[in-house]
């Protein structure tokens, strides 16, 4: 059924008039998510609070209408684009941190915070909420639970999926529930929490997280190290994670990405680098510094050009503004991107960088990687104009040879972005029938009328 007067104005009761729209310059602005892809959505729904969510779901549970949550529409596989049209849900006002428990290392959060104020307001109180995906700046908590993000220091850390305690989200039917506990332990029924986490608001639109929280390491430090050709530096990777000092990020740029960012950095590239390793470790200071100088020697053990250690937090800042500011700056290159997130095993990585080397070649296209390279999550980009329809279909083919060798070398198509709309159709690869007909049964168990985020995963 599609959008009724009736209907529309039950939303402005529920939400308040400001905050319901169908202007189609707004309906714009809510129709897209980083992939690019673009679907006009019928409204869009601004709640303040889990009450509204929830009477907007019975109102959409009644009336068979679709719905679609939404963070800050950061997403890397369309997750948030509303391909079935419908009404999208922002969570742009339910942005409260409600409390900090330091006595238990807890934080309760609304959907919409902004990933990088919690790292703050944590931070103030000497506390740490380690994942940290590039995007922190923009993306929301509920976003990186929809993905289950992970970002730099995954490799160390882990990803949100290992912070979060409960949840409260509202099912399509309208009905709350609280998912989880506020304890390190609990195994009481199946893990609904883990279930929700990166389910890419198919199942439940989550109103309220509780995240794990640790001590704020005392000190960090970040190093860049050089390398004449990109198998060096993929070999140094797994060289390092051999090792028993877990670095919090090792993060990995090609030399396309160099040419890119190099004006962001505070030295000169020195001469022939090829690749770059962003290396940073954090803990007391005293072993820091020894981790540091260890690392340091094992890098120039595998024919580093050179390792420059971040002097201060400045320097260590420009470093990552640089690895930041890769992924819009690829469009430099060609018009059009296909930004994969495949991971393999950390011994494979080498192997992974000679794949991508060779799709290079036989495909005439620019494929330009970076990323989190200590936990083996490779992004990989496939530059193409969109205009250009052979270059398309030979970027097409591209991503077919990628997901074939990473799923060969043991590895996933996809480490963080999830499948949303971009994976679907290469998700049967990766996992068999049994599994996929289990999950879509489970989606129908949460879902019976498949009015949450139609169009995704499946
Ligand atoms: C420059 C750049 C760098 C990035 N770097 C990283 C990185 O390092 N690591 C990483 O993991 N990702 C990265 N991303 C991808 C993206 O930022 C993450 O996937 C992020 O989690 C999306 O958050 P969002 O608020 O933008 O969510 P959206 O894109 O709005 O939504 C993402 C998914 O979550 C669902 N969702 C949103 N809110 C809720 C809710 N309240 N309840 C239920 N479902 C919900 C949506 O329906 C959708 O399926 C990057 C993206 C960009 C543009």
Not at 41 to 51: G, I, K, L, R, Y
Not at 89 to 105: A, G, L, P, Q, W
Not at 313 to 336: C, F, G, H, M
Not at 420 to 430: D, F, I, Q, V
């Amino acid at each position: 059924m599609g959008f009724s007067n009736s209907i529309y104005r039950h939303l402005q009761k529920i939400s308040g008039k400001p905050n319901v729209t169908k202007e189609k310059e707004e309906l714009l602005c809510y129709s897209y998510d980083a992939t690019g892809n673009s679907f006009l959505p019928d409204a869009v729904v601004f709640p303040e609070s889990e009450e509204e969510v929830a009477r907007i779901l019975k109102l959409a549970s009644k009336e068979k209408l679709v719905v679609v949550p939404r963070g800050a529409g950061s997403g890397m596989t369309g997750g948030a684009v509303p391909v079935k049209g419908g009404l999208v849900i922002v969570t742009s006002r339910m942005n409260k941190i409600f409390d900090i428990d330091e006595n238990n290392f807890l934080v309760r959060v609304q959907p919409g915070v902004i990933v990088s104020d919690i790292h703050k307001t944590v931070e103030e109180k000497g506390l740490f909420y380690p994942p940290d995906p590039a995007s922190s700046s923009v993306c929301t908590i509920g976003g990186n639970i929809g993905e289950c993000a992970g970002g730099p220091r995954a490799v160390k850390y882990g990803v949100t999926r290992d912070y979060v305690l409960g949840l409260r989200a509202v099912l399509p039917s309208g009905e709350v529930i609280q998912t989880g506990v506020a304890t390190v332990k609990g195994v009481a029924g199946y893990d609904l929490t883990r279930l929700i986490v990166g389910s890419e608001g198919t199942l439940a639109v989550v109103t309220q997280i509780t995240l794990k929280l640790l001590p704020l390491p005392a000190t960090i430090k970040t190093m860049a190290v050089f390398f004449d050709t990109v198998q060096k530096a993929a070999k140094t990777v797994s060289g390092i994670m051999r090792e028993t000092v877990v670095p919090r990020c090792v993060e990995y740029m090609d030399e396309a990405c160099l040419d890119l960012v190099k004006d962001y950095f505070s030295f000169d590239l020195p001469e022939n680098t090829k690749a770059l390793l962003i290396i940073e470790l954090d803990g007391d200071v005293s072993s820091v510094e020894k981790d540091a100088q260890n690392i340091k020697t094992l890098c120039f053990s595998y024919d580093a050009l050179d390792v420059i250690v971040a002097k201060d937090q400045t320097e260590a800042q420009k470093l990552w503004d640089a690895r930041k500011a890769l992924s819009p700056v690829l469009y430099k290159i060609a018009t059009n991107k296909i930004n994969e997130d495949i991971v393999v095993p950390i011994d494979k990585i080498p192997d992974m960088v000679q794949v991508t080397q060779k799709i290079q070649k036989t495909s005439g296209l620019k494929v330009v990687s970076f990323g989190h390279a200590g936990d083996g999550n490779i992004h990989c980009n496939i530059m193409y104009n969109k205009a250009n329809e052979n270059e398309l279909k030979r970027a097409e083919k591209a991503v077919d040879e990628l997901f074939d060798a990473t799923l060969s070398l043991g590895g996933t198509i996809t480490g963080e972005h999830g499948v949303g709309m971009t994976k679907m159709k290469y998700l049967p690869r990766e996992i068999g029938a049994t599994q996929i007909e289990l999950m879509k049964g489970i989606k129908r168990v949460f879902d019976p009328q498949n009015i949450l985020n139609p169009g995704k995963i499946f």
